[in-house]
Each structure stands twice: as C-alpha cells, then as structure tokens.
C-alpha cells in the first residue's frame, strides 16, 4: 500500500492559512524559501508527512487539495499513468535536494501526483 506523504493546499492568503492552520491543529508553519520569488510554507506533519500551502496561480484554484503518493521509481510509476487510463499533465520533474515529482489526470479528471525523495525513509 502507497502512503500519502504530501498534501498541497491551495491559498489566497499564506499568513491567513498559517494562522488559521496553527490555532486549529497547533501545525507549526516553515517557510522554504525556493527562488528568488518563490517560498513555499510547509508544515511538517511527522512520519514523513508534509502538508504545504500553494499559492493561487500555476493551475491552482481556490478549493484545489493535491494528494502526493510516494514513489520508489517515479518513472515507473508514471509510465504507468497513461496504460490504466490517466493523462499526464506534469512529467518528472526535480527539485533540487529534496526529490522528484509527476503529476497527472486520473481517469475522472482528479489531479494528483507521485513524489519520490531525494532522501529515502523522509517522505
């Protein structure tokens, strides 16, 4: 069975979401910074889980919650999108010092993605 080790929500408003995430489930935001114009705000759930907040913009809307699954051979599993009736819409993707990642369509049009760790056992 494939865990979930990463959960990405959408925002309108990072320090409204933090807020509001930490008072209710006492999360603990890190801001990572990951560009020059880029800081994505993880929380670190434990046993190599991460819920992050992603901006509005680059195909997220409000109301848009991403499921990641891990992966051991991201190119394995996405070879496999496209065989049992998913559409990729992202193929792999680095990023740098913390893993890999594809994201596609399944069959009824819900985007969700693979993820594999630059750092195997953290997520």
């Known amino acids: 069975m494939r865990p979930i080790v990463h959960i990405e929500i959408s925002s309108a408003d990072n320090d409204a979401q933090k807020a509001f995430y930490n008072a209710l489930l006492g999360w603990q935001p890190t801001d990572v910074p990951m560009g020059p114009d880029f800081i994505y705000t993880l929380f670190n759930l434990g046993n190599n889980m991460n819920v992050a907040l992603s901006e509005l913009g680059d195909g997220m809307k409000p109301g848009d919650v991403i499921l990641y699954f891990h992966s051991d051979d991201l190119d394995a599993d996405m070879a496999r999108v496209p065989e049992l ?21 399944d069959p009824t049009g819900n985007r969700v993605a693979f993820w594999q760790s630059a750092n195997p056992g953290s997520g």
């Open 85 to 105: 009736g998913g559409t990729i819409i992202l193929p792999r993707e680095e990023v740098p010092g913390y893993g890999a990642l594809g994201m596609f369509l």
